[in-house]
């Protein structure tokens, strides 16, 4: 499985509120395959959102619980439990891996 990861992109407006009880300044969140969005995405957003479907489909739904167990140990290392997550941080290089952008 080397090849692109593809995802399916759902812009719902009505996200914005609902994620921001989270993430102040959320944009997306990807679930498997799909990538739930306040608003389109560009190429850029949509590389990093990619990343987390490729996240997606090397750990199944344990995902979930590895992101957390991630997030709060860079929580308590005093990282950003976003930022700093190394599964942020993977979809951060992704982002930036194409030389487009
Ligand atoms: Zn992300």
Do not use: C, K
Request: hydrophobic share 45%; charged share 20%.
């Amino acid at each position: 499985m080397t090849g692109p990861a593809r995802g399916q992109v759902h812009v719902r407006p009505r996200l914005r509120a609902v994620g921001a009880l989270l993430l102040p300044d959320w944009l997306a969140i990807t679930i498997g395959s799909h990538v739930w969005a306040w608003r389109p995405l560009n190429d850029r957003e949509l590389r990093h959102e990619l990343a987390h479907v490729s996240q997606w489909r090397s750990h199944g739904a344990g995902l979930l619980l590895l992101y957390l167990v991630a997030a709060l140990r860079t929580w308590r290392a005093g990282g950003d439990w976003y930022r700093d997550n190394p599964f942020e941080r993977a979809a951060l290089a992704a982002e930036r891996s194409d030389g487009a952008g």
